[in-house]
């Protein structure tokens, strides 16, 4: 019997009709696997995913193949974006596996969990020296029925190698300003010089890269990463915002799903960049990524959707792309498949205008309606950071309210008016940092405090207190093969790198020692990695720049929208720590007040602070500006 109709899942209720016995990760999915004695078929996707949709289409849709299936497994369907924790550790087997990871996933457990084998996609027939999945399920069936020692030594020998990989040393090297420089010499290698980004292809946006290639002022990489994106293809120049990655290597033709953190990671970084360089396109870009967001993900009670679907009735891209006489001007088609073209170049606005009108004529794609706490905390920096305030409060307090818990932990999803699972450490961390940002934006202090509270929390329910930084699920959380530390970025900031800079910047604002010490955990953890291979690491870059950056805190008390108050917060650089007030429980702002009723600036450097300043020509002149 199939038991996901009754999941809240869109990815998991795609499937609730197919002829497989689909279960939930359950207590009484496992039960059955040790009751019946039965390998488990774990099978990890996700709604927007092309491939996880074709391999459905192929073989879970297919009679015959469900049936191979029934009978010699029990077989589990998980959403990736529910339960990352299972993603993260069965991943590292089929990596170990296969040298390579991707989604469709099918990974074959013992009833305990231990995994034995696994693979990505697999074809219904051999093809391009692929075994069919049939042949896979036939064989994987013998050997659980032939050759069970085989496979108990080959579980344990997975699980080994994924419970070390869990247990990563901190390095006993200090961290200076030297690895800083040392990783920003190491990104130009494999650099595309022509393109932008990093290898050849397929190709991903590598927003927390370029945050810390900003930070350090390297306008080269990131200009020519920025630009290379920005022309038109993985860039949708008619209803802004990225989808996915590039399939090539100059941005052209992408995978058609729209994520939502990968929207509010390049708004943010265009924004930022903006900010830094000055660039009107960039500040255009990110604004109307933002509108993208806002118009498409927007779900009622003011959380956003996690993505869109690459597909529309089947077919990748059909919402997206264009066939001559369709409207779109033939002189910027690039060529897709199925006689349809890509757009590349300059749209004017009145034609950007014309050309989505026509698009949302057309069928849509599916749009998986979960919120994901973690990435709405991501779209809720974004809002705060292009000022889109009002907004960003409304998905502050959703996030505050219906997908947290009575007791203020966090869940990981919500939809349809149910909220599910476990908050992992990247919820708390993402939430906790659009909370900061929103702070700044609003000058509310309230969001601070939260933003306090939630870091709090997160410390006591992911710390590793023996081996130093933060475990991706909760100490109260379901007991895995491995319970693993997530470090580096994929492609969102890891909890590990995201809770780090949080941390930093609320020790400085708390003068909590403890809560830098704990953040400097993390970074020791990943210290020579950082170098070696800096791509995957952004983030945790940007939190090591921080640790480094000079202490300087800036306490504002009064109204927010005072012009001394805005004007500081503009001159700002990325590593100053702000707060508003009044708020006496903040260490920063307590006995700081505005001075004869006129909002106050109080520049401070380790706590020691200047005499306050109410006008704003007499701030000093900006460093480098958020």
Known sequence: M???????????????????????????????????????????????CHWCHVMERESFEDPLTARVMNDNFVCIKVDREERPDLDSVYMDAVVALTGHGGWPMTVFLQPSGEPFFGGTYFPPEPRHGLPSFKQVLIAVAEAWRDRREEVGNSGRQLVEH???????????????????????LHLRDGFDAQWGGWG?????????????????????????????????????????????????????????????????????VYHHAWRRLGDERYRLIAERTVDYVLRELALDGGGFASAQDADTDGVEGLTFTWAPGEGAPEELFEPFEHDRFVLRGELDDETRTRLLEIREQRAQPL??????????????????????????????????????????????????????????LEDYADVAYGLMELHVATGDPRWLREAHRLAMLAVVLFADEEGG????????????????????????????????????????????????????????????????????????????????????????????????????????????VIAFGPAEEVPLLAGRTEV??????????????????????????PARPR
Not at 20 to 44: F, G, T, Y
Not at 232 to 256: C, I, N, T
């Open 2 to 48: 199939n038991r996901l109709a009754q999941e809240t899942s869109p990815y998991l209720q795609q499937h609730a009709h197919n002829p497989v016995d689909w279960q939930p990760w359950d207590d009484e999915a496992l039960r059955r696997a040790h009751e019946d004695d039965k390998p488990i078929l774990l099978s990890i996707g996700y709604a927007a």
């Open 162 to 184: 994924i419970q070390a990989g869990a247990r990563v040393p901190a390095s006993r090297e200090p961290l200076t300003s030297d690895v800083l420089q040392t990783a920003q």
């Open 200 to 268: 050849r292809a397929p190709k991903f946006p590598p927003a927390p890269v370029l945050e810390f290639l900003l930070r350090r002022g390297d306008e080269e990489l990131t200009r020519r990463t920025l630009d290379g994106m920005a022309l038109g293809g993985m860039h949708d120049l008619v209803g802004g915002g990225f989808h996915r990655y590039s399939v090539d290597a100059s941005w052209l033709v992408p995978h058609f799903e729209k994520m939502l953190y990968d929207n509010a990671l390049l708004a943010s």
């Open 367 to 424: 749009r998986d309606d979960k919120a994901i706490a973690s990435w709405n905390g991501l779209m809720l920096a974004a809002l705060a950071q292009t000022g889109r305030v009002e907004p960003g409060t409304r998905l502050a307090e959703f996030l505050l309210g219906p997908i947290s818990r009575a007791d203020g932990r966090l869940h990981r999803t919500y939809r349809d008016g149910v909220a599910k699972g476990t908050g992992y």
């Open 469 to 576: 930084g933060f475990f991706q699920t909760p100490a109260d959380g379901e007991l895995l093969v491995a319970r693993k530390k997530e470090l580096d970025d994929h492609p969102t900031p890891s909890g590990n790198a995201m809770i780090a800079y949080v941390l930093l910047r609320l020790a400085r604002i708390w003068a909590d020692d403890e809560l830098e010490r704990r953040a400097v955990s993390v970074l020791s953890l990943v210290r020579d990695s950082l170098t070696r291979v800096p791509t995957s690491f952004g983030w945790m870059l940007v939190a090591l720049d921080q640790h480094l950056a000079p202490h300087r805190e800036l306490a504002i008390v009064g109204r927010p929208d005072a012009p001394v108050a805005r004007a500081a917060v503009d001159a700002a650089a990325e590593t100053d």
């Open 596 to 621: 004869d009723g006129r909002a106050a600036v109080y520049l401070c450097e380790r706590f020691a602070c200047s005499l306050p300043v109410t006008e704003p020509g007499e701030l000093p002149a």
